[in-house]
């Protein structure tokens, strides 16, 4: 295992997409160590900032301290193992490939942007765009699955193509925004206009209705078996799931009908 002890006092943020399980391995840690960042507007060596013990021959790293100023970690990762005990900053596993990714703390915006598959698990808090799409992108995350036991903030899944998000507590306004397809399961309060302009997909509501834009259409009651399918994977996965969710019936509305209208919105029914 290679460890990266942060060391940084800066304020100003560090751009580190160099921290990659796939383009560490094979490398001493005084190589790893000298790997350029971007500290603002200069580069700097990655053992500016962290200090570098062990080996990168496993692909597994850990990464420990206050990583909240430390942005794009796991970036475009193909492979391996990244642990980070402490909070992250913005842009984890953007655009990441394959591996795994696991948080213990909170992150910030940007969480798995446009991923193309791979496993980020955070057990805490993330930002706002979990798994979205960059500004003027076709398509958010691809595939892959992105797991958030707190809460989550703004446009969660926006413009999603494919893929799982689950978020165990509360999350912002316009969850699920233009979603073309793929899955989001929220425990939590949604805020305003969740599903607004999804094309298909599935969005699964556990906690209290929210108030849905008049574009979607109620169209049965019934007990998803695909539900029960995704809510075990996730058990597997780590992810907190409740016996009582298993067997839930949910309410159906197909829309956002000013789209294309083959999204659908799932409520637990008695919440």
Known sequence: MLALTYRGSTMVPVEAECIRPDLFAGKTAAEI??????????????????????DASDQDILLEGDCSRVKLIGSGMTSGRITVRGPVGMHLGAEMKG??????????DWVGAEMHGGL?????????????????????????????????????????????????????????????????????????????????????????????????????????TF?????????????????DCLDASFTRYSGDLVALGKGEILHRQGT
């Open 227 to 243: 539900v029960r399918i995704y809510l075990l994977r996730l058990r597997e996965r780590g992810f907190p799931v409740s016996e």
């Open 120 to 224: 980020i698990h955070v057990h805490g808090n993330a930002g706002h765009l979990v798994g979205a799409a960059y500004r003027g992108s076709q398509a958010g995350m691809r595939r892959g699955a992105i797991l958030i036991d707190g809460k989550a903030g703004n446009e969660i899944g926006g413009g999603m193509r494919r893929g799982l998000i689950a978020v165990g507590g509360d999350t912002g306004d316009f969850t699920g925004v233009s979603v073309i397809a793929g899955s989001i399961f929220v425990w939590g309060q949604t805020g305003i206009r969740p599903g607004v302009g999804m094309k298909r997909g599935t969005l699964t509501l556990f906690g209290p209705k929210p108030a849905l834009l008049p574009t979607f259409r109620f169209d049965c009651v019934y007990r998803p």
């Open 99 to 108: 591996g795994e990714i696991q948080v213990h703390g909170d992150a910030g």
């Open 33 to 54: 160590a000298a790997i350029p960042v971007q500290h603002g507007n200069a580069p700097a060596p990655l053992g500016e900032f962290f200090t570098v013990t062990g």
